[in-house]
């Protein structure tokens, strides 16, 4: 099993729309596809999309027809701005857009910027997992032997070049021999939760209970759940965290319940041009994602209905963000600065 | 547009689990089929679930054989026990049964007791539309003009004799020319919210907004949502209430938020034998509820998973429960007493 795979001259991605009914890869040899994917949420995870936004625009570098330098410049700047347009909340994407970007716009011969782009590519996919190891080791402390942990969405191998933010941290505990047993919220609409992390973490052994997002509550509030951990697709200045919607509201219980609720992420995910969580721009997804569940529709026609893909949790409902190049603990009260600087 | 009805030789109940897809009635001559009804929740909300085992009683005593009193009273006691066992969390259901079972008691005539069933039967369903209709009295004030109000689960007409009771509150602010749009949240597992909520109150033109469980506290949190409210499955002597899983959530969020919390509920839902909301039995519904959304598997075989149909929110988060029989405030300083002496 992989999320995505850098081919040389094609992008292999896990189709995480057919998951867990359906393991299919499919092999896009045009930007266009790769963009598309992201897009329709073939790939997602904020680290993921990052990587596929890099890839994307490498493989795109090697089919620009031009010869002349600035032609060339202004194709590639012209895709990278399909990128940055497929989804808006998740700012890996951008950070990933950006690193690419700074090669074409330094670079003064063709053929080098595409195999620079290429390595870059591949760069920003091996730190990724290097990232997420860390973020594991950094963050398996915080988790005891025995405890039962709450988390929501994907934020596992699927959601990035593999082993995962939050699920890393539970696979490094795990590791350690920590018996740990994840509570895994099904996470409507998309069902990231039932379809993937369940699907990731039976894969590995790693015992797992779905429940409905609206059973958190009730587990943490009968002494179930001792922790709760999820990912993050943007961390804003002060430490307010955009993540999949019901976060939030997972957040609000656990302080009410006296639970520790950690978020993990790679310093990608920082945005310190973002002062808050006000600041964020919430993607609103299309009404189908909630009125149809595969075939079967669930609502009746002629009513409104919402579907904000994120929510924002401000930074004094979490206990810590464990990130590759150490942990804030606390939030609220230092904002995410100690991480920019190092 | 009924959900249940009585028709002197059987019971017709409106199967909501095809809802909103489609409107079907189904025609029960023997009790047993109207106790699966109760079970397989073609027809489902605690109050329903009441008159429809008091219907199903008077239903079985038409159908028992014996001329023999003692007999007969001892059938129709094991015919209670059956509707007793048909699900374990709504109080409604055994206030109900009690109604029916002390006919039975009383009784020394067979024909006599079967006309009184039908009879007692009959008020149960018509007490409960009344109730209703008091309800929305006593709860439209707490409602303003141009609000937005958050519901859970299916406390209307189709969970009632009519009307509704959080719903009925809705419906009765509305009567008295008050703007009010509803936020429906899906309710998952079962989706109650999405299937019935929205269906019925778009029949009525009251504006609805579906959105899923995970997404009420973004809706709070960003100002959208002005009120809460819900119906109750049992209310505990201490004013703790058991309602819909997810129910707890949107409490602890409402507090967080600063938003007003009501129930809305008739007085056979009150239980002051059951001291706390501790001691209020939860019912664990089957976990096909939770993979299969009709029949759409969405979920790995393999794992665990739990499906508890309630939860339990304590008093303190409770601003108001509203009755037929008047409105406590602030439950949690003074009990459900003043209700259950009235």
């Not at 998951?19 to 299919?24: A, F, G, I, S, Y």
Request: charged share 25%; proline share 4%.
């Amino acid at each position: 099993m992989f999320t995505i795979k850098w081919n040389g001259d094609s992008v292999t991605i896990l189709d995480q729309r057919l998951l867990p009914m359906q393991e299919v890869y499919n092999t896009y040899r045009h930007f266009r596809d790769v963009a598309d994917s992201i897009r329709n949420m073939e790939t997602r995870g904020a680290p993921a999309i990052g990587i596929a936004a890099a890839m994307g625009i490498a493989l795109a570098a090697l089919t620009v027809a031009s010869n002349e330098i600035e032609n060339f410049k202004e194709e590639m700047n012209r895709i990278c701005q399909i990128f940055a347009g497929t989804r808006p909340t998740a700012v890996n994407l951008f950070s990933a857009i950006g690193r690419m970007k700074k090669i074409i716009e330094k670079g003064n011969d063709i053929s080098q910027i595409k195999q620079q782009l290429e390595k870059e590519a591949l760069a920003v996919y091996q730190e990724d997992i290097e990232a997420n190891k860390a973020i594991g080791r950094n963050g398996r402390t915080y988790l005891n032997d025995g405890d039962v942990v709450l988390t929501h969405c994907n934020a596992g191998a699927l959601a990035t070049g593999g082993y995962g933010t939050a699920l890393g941290v539970i696979r490094a505990a795990i590791e350690e021999g920590k018996k740990i047993h994840v509570y895994a919220c099904e996470t409507r609409p998309y069902l990231q939760g039932a379809r993937l992390t369940t699907w990731e973490l039976s894969r590995d052994n790693i015992p797992v209970t779905l429940i409905t997002d609206s059973m958190s509550g009730h587990f943490m509030r009968t002494g179930i759940i001792k922790k709760v951990i999820v990912g993050a697709d943007r961390i804003a200045a002060n430490g307010d965290v955009a993540n999949k919607i019901g976060t939030y509201t997972h957040a609000v219980l656990a302080k009410e319940n006296g639970i520790p609720f950690y978020v993990a992420a790679p310093v990608s995910t920082l945005d310190p041009d973002t002062k808050s969580g006000n600041d964020i721009p919430i993607e609103e997804r299309s009404v189908d994602e909630v009125v149809f569940i595969r075939n079967e529709q669930i609502a009746p026609e002629g009513i409104f209905i919402r579907n904000p893909a994120f929510d924002v949790t401000p930074a004094k409902y979490i206990t810590a963000i464990i990130t590759e190049k150490g942990v804030v603990e606390n939030p609220a009260s230092s904002g995410i600065g100690k991480l920019i600087k190092s």
